[in-house]
Nanobody, 117 residues
Framework: VQLQASGGGLVQPGGSLRLSCAAS????????MGWFRQAPGKQRELVAT?????????TYADSVKGRFTLSRENTRSVVNLQMNSLKPEDTAVYYC??????????WGQGTLVTVSS
């Protein structure tokens, strides 16, 4: 399984970016998918995750609620993260994540988001 992420870059505070991640092959509707991030010198943390395409329950970190929106394209194992009102503290490497079971957990290669003026 490969997770291909795209959409990172440099943006000014208050700006927006959209991250996208596609799983290959298609993982099906029961796979959990989402995004984590890791800032320099910090541990990797949850940003937003979807329990499955079938049930659609989404969890957000408190720090991004109201600013970030997770969405999925169910038929293609694609997960997107729309990030608005970005802050310097959102600067991190963002990792796409997919979970089917304890032995089937996958990570993308990471995409860098830098929020700076």
């Amino acid at each position: 399984v490969q997770l291909q992420a795209s959409g990172g870059g440099l943006v000014q505070p208050g700006g927006s970016l959209r991250l996208s991640c596609a799983a290959s092959p298609n993982l099906g509707a029961d796979a959990h998918m989402g995004w984590f991030r890791q800032a320099p010198g910090k541990q990797r943390e949850l940003v937003a995750t979807s329990s499955s395409a079938r049930y659609g329950a989404i969890t957000y970190a408190d720090s991004v609620k109201g600013r970030f929106t997770l969405s999925r394209e169910n038929t293609r194992s694609v997960v997107n993260l729309q990030m608005n009102s970005l802050k310097p503290e959102d600067t991190a490497v963002y990792y796409c994540w997919a979970f089917i079971s304890d032995t089937q957990t996958y990570w993308g290669q990471g995409t860098l988001v830098t929020v700076s003026s």
